[in-house]
Nanobody
């Protein structure tokens, strides 16, 4: 199994930067694709970015050019570097891990349901 713990949230002024971390437990975390999602009060959860097992990345249009996702294979941590933050970026940010299909036989503990962390709150306000 994989357990995810996010950290790094906090209060930042518009235009500021913040780096979120998603620490994954389990010796097979490297076989998982990891996404960041966010949910603002009263709004639906929104996909933000993904990094896959081959370190390919993708981003939502709303954050492209401002956010950067990365992963450290040695510490099993995925980062979300957020720059030029806007008030509309304020939300609870959560990471999600899903076993890459090419490794379906490598983690028999995976039930097919992605793992989620508890989330970390980002507030953007002056």
């Amino acid at each position: 199994q994989v357990h995810l713990v996010e950290s790094g949230g906090g209060l930042v002024q518009p235009g500021g930067s913040l780096t979120l971390s998603c620490a994954g437990s389990g010796d097979r975390f490297g076989l998982y694709n990891v996404d960041w999602y966010r949910q603002a009060p009263g709004k639906q959860r929104e996909w933000v970015a993904q990094i896959n097992v081959e370190f390919d990345t993708s981003y939502a249009d709303s954050v492209k050019g401002r956010f950067s996702i990365s992963r450290d294979r040695f510490t099993d941590t995925v980062y979300l570097q957020m720059n030029s933050l806007k008030p509309e970026d304020a939300a609870v940010y959560s990471c999600r891990a899903e076993l890459d299909a090419s490794f379906a036989d490598y983690d028999p503990t995976y039930s097919g349901v992605p793992y989620w962390g508890e989330g970390t709150l980002v507030t953007v306000s002056s």
